[in-house]
């Protein structure tokens, strides 16, 4: 008993803070109760006449089910419940009509097979793929003819069954409309923009998350499998890019409902290129990807020694940063809904990822294991390997003497000794590895320089793949612009330009 | 007018391909239809008495309602209404008694406030995220709280309106569990199962399409906007991984429903561990990231030279066929629910793997510009570079000696003329850009290198992301086991082994 007294009191105090973090739910769940208690008041003050009681079902019904959290939804809805409620009557009507031409048992029979038609043909256009925001009306539609049918079959009544019937559902939304719309609106263009921003800000996160984390290193003990199977789990870099992954459906559904709404608040026009912010998130989403690939390298067994992404240090990090910088910047200019300044946001990071693009070139030796450009026990080929060598060296020695201090370092961190080869192996080895090569076929001298090489070349990847994350800006830039000009936004203030 | 003829005609026509396609939508249509019938049909038959057909809504609306597509989802609709209406009707007696205690106005203000405070509590509890699945039981629960209360009010029968209201209900409930369980029923785990299964197939066929398509050098002329935004397009390739990360929302769906339909067909079991199958498709969708990434080299501005993918064209295509192969194999296994077969599934892939990182370990100087090793223009440093060139082409001399004619081959084509690399740069120039770091700074020597070396690395890029690939299979075949063992998978049939 005491462990759910204590399961309750977590229960309220969840439910408590849930409110504090988000009070449009709080004034959500008033605004509910308030529309009940109008319309069941209304009933009252109507008077007890046997009809209208009988009937209240229906305004208490259409508040139920037509009151939704954001405004948009609750139009759909509406719209939803007026034409649904419309067309069975109409129906309704033509085959009472009919019905009462046939006689006697006759009428049943009628009554009931076209219940069956109905309810077959609705059932099924529901499912029809460009119906889905119809949905409802075709439940209200069957639920408004079946019982018109069967209920006013009884009283004949079918003129006053209906218009009874459409006061009520009218007073119903006309209650829900008020309520919903005039005490504190929650807008659904509101909430669509708001997640916009935010995928933005995750994203950054997320990017420059990836990026530091390469460079320090950081590893995984063990993958959580959470990670591993595309769930919900607690690493901030993980779930920035997660939840821009993860908003495609709650982007749509609020697209579907902010259409519907009435120009408002800082979204004073009519058709605002509502679709425009989905297409901004789409390109954001297309970004994501490649943060996931970057977190994809953290992840993975494979990893270049930790002295080699030294090297590229700055480079990485400088693109990483410019990257979440630019991010940043157009989801604090699409919170302010401010056009982007003149000027190319992108220039930094494209600069970024050239000079990356240039040491790469500069510093490929690294990426790559040159000493097994060879097949090493060939004798023939051995002294040419070692000519190779001593090329090579020649060679660094020269670009040290012209370049900083940070080569001579790389270059000696860099020349793999057999010690570190094997440390690497060994740490593969005793990870719990996801995959092996090895496993059946015992440690051998060339699978060490296969894993050597494989770890250089992921730090490839990781660079190929950061640039072409900012490649890809440029689509979020572009969308950005055409949403800026379709919703009108400001023009930067010019002192916000300089920050 | 002939045009919405025309609009109504092809409406019609893919209305009826889409039955043709899915009987089961069909069937669906009918049973609704059927069970329709039956509850009205009874509604005449028990007579036409006064107290029946007033409360007839309630057995229509409860059909309408809970008639959901699959089993496990009208099981939760009903456990939904049945614990709603009990709860709001215990509600209701124990209010009706306080507010009859309550005199004249007293008790109207008493009503319309406990409904106030009964309709606050249940849309703000609704709200609450683990709530999710029983949103339809608050709808329910305040739904007859309210008209229990406002209808009852009047009549002051509060007994005789709940036990006319809790047996029409039962009734719709009874024939809808009748209908949907007992005529062709459609179970939500059959999907959930083929969905997996599907999933397998189009994930096997994106990775081949990927692997092919970077062989062929397939170039898209402007990437689609669709592509960009991640959105539906008309690309086998495109659309098989994408709806392996699109399904996530429909496997949760499906799998909240599959936890409450019994044990049924093939899935003789109970609690049969429909979790295992969000978790393999979890580790399928980390493969399917993969894929995505694969994809996005395939998309990106930075093309490498055909020349050189040709070098790795069999490696490439092995790891990518055998990739292809387990999934293929694991997903008919799924689909004939067979445990593996003993022996490594993952073998060829890994060897496949083993080979391509061999090959690239071999060619490494492929994938990078080693041309620009050097600040080319310094001339002491000339010299060495040419003598570092004249090494490989003896080393390669050596080695196309020890091996297969296609070294030859690819030793002519992979040195790169001038000529190409002017070409490569031309045509970079000549796409619709998206991005190209010379937009301001025009033609230089030295972007054309840039470029040269980025296509370059973009093979290795390609290739380490099909190693990953490789390696997150493992994760895949892992969760296949555990469903396996779990689900009590038949023993394979040796000869299918064999196949």
């Known amino acids: 008993v005491s462990k759910s007294l204590k399961g309750f009191q977590d229960f309220t105090v969840k439910a408590w803070e849930m409110g504090r973090s988000d009070p449009k739910k709080v004034i959500f769940a008033i605004k509910m109760g308030l529309a009940l208690s109008i319309v069941s008041l209304l009933i009252f003050w109507k008077g007890f006449k046997e009809d209208i009681s009988q009937y209240s079902i229906w305004a208490i019904l259409t508040v139920i089910v037509m009151f939704e959290y954001s405004i948009g939804a609750t139009f759909i809805k509406g719209f939803n419940r007026v034409l649904g409620t419309i067309c069975a009557g109409i129906l309704a009507f033509s085959c009472a009509e009919l019905s009462i031409l046939a006689a006697g048992q006759g009428e049943e029979v009628l009554i009931v097979s076209t219940i069956f038609i109905a309810g077959f043909l609705s059932s099924y256009l529901r499912l029809y793929p460009t119906m889905a925001p119809y949905d409802y009306g075709f439940r209200v539609f069957i639920l408004t003819y079946c019982i018109l049918m069967v209920a006013g079959n009884r009283t004949r009544e079918y003129t006053t069954a209906v218009v009874t019937r459409l006061v009520l559902i009218a007073l119903g939304a006309g209650v829900c409309f008020v309520v919903n719309v005039f005490i504190y609106p929650i807008w659904a263009g509101d909430a669509l923009h708001s997640l916009v921003v935010k995928n933005f800000t995750d994203l950054a996160v997320s990017l420059e998350g990836c990026v530091n984390g390469y460079l320090k290193c950081v590893e995984y003990e063990r993958v959580p499998s959470k990670i591993l199977t595309f769930q919900a789990y607690d690493d901030p870099l993980y779930n920035g890019y997660r939840s821009v992954l993860e908003s495609t459906k709650r982007e749509d559904t609020l697209f579907g409902f902010a259409i519907w709404e009435p120009p408002h608040g800082r979204f004073r026009m009519f058709n605002y290129p509502w679709k425009n912010y989905v297409k901004v998130s789409g390109a954001l989403r297309h970004c994501a990807f490649m943060a996931m690939a970057l977190h994809g390298c953290i992840l993975s067994e494979i990893q270049a020694p930790a002295e080699r992404r030294q090297v590229f240090r700055s480079e990485l990090q400088r693109v990483g940063e410019e990257g979440a910088n630019v991010l940043q910047e157009l989801g604090s200019k699409l919170e302010r809904m401010e056009k982007l300044s003149p000027g190319d946001i992108l220039k930094e990071v494209h600069e970024a990822a050239e000079q990356l693009q240039k040491k790469i070139d500069q510093k490929s030796y690294l990426l790559v294991n040159s000493e097994s450009w060879e097949i090493a026990r060939h004798p023939q080929v051995f002294q040419d390997l070692e000519n190779l060598k001593e090329n090579e060296n ?55 320089r296969s894993y050597e090489s494989a770890s250089a070349l992921s730090l490839a990847t990781f660079a190929s793949l950061l640039i072409e994350f900012a490649a890809r800006l440029q689509n979020v830039v572009e969308s950005f612009e055409e949403l800026s000009e379709k919703a009108n936004f400001a023009e930067p203030i010019m002192n916000s330009a300089v920050v």
Do not use: W, Y
């Open 394 to 448: 020649t060679m660094l020695g020269f670009k040290s003497a012209s370049e900083a201090v940070l080569d001579l370092r790389s270059l000696t961190l860099s020349t793999p000794s057999k010690d570190s080869q094997h440390n690497l192996f060994a740490k593969e080895a005793s990870r719990p590895s996801c995959f092996s090569f090895n496993a059946d076929a015992g440690i051998e001298e060339s699978e060490c």
